[in-house]
């Protein structure tokens, strides 16, 4: 069983979910309990921080499929993986 770590609520702040992602060892971070502004924002911000960090691992994420239709449109440089 992989580990996960969740975000549950839209009040977690832009760094409480840095600290997570500078300590991220390949868990699946769940998104699923947030509406879908809210994941899709989460997914873009977290993928935008590894571009910018030249980070070569995929983030895995656990959304909905809604979630999972609004961003495949959008380019996030192949470091997004829905579970």
């Known amino acids: 069983?992989?580990?996960?770590f969740k975000i549950t609520?839209?009040?977690m702040t832009k760094q409480e979910i840095i600290e997570k992602i500078n300590n991220?060892?390949?868990e699946?971070?769940?998104l699923s309990d947030l509406n879908l502004f809210e994941a899709a924002k989460t997914v873009i911000m977290i993928s935008t921080y590894g571009i910018n960090k030249?980070?070569?691992?995929?983030y895995k994420y656990k959304?909905?499929?809604n979630v999972q239709n609004l961003l495949s449109?959008?380019?996030l440089s192949n470091m997004v993986e829905f579970v």
């Open 1 to 4: 069983m992989e580990n996960k």
């Open 9 to 11: 609520t839209s009040k």
């Open 24 to 26: 991220y060892k390949n």
């Open 28 to 30: 699946i971070i769940d």
């Open 54 to 58: 030249n980070c070569k691992q995929k």
């Open 63 to 65: 959304v909905t499929q």
């Open 73 to 75: 449109e959008i380019p």
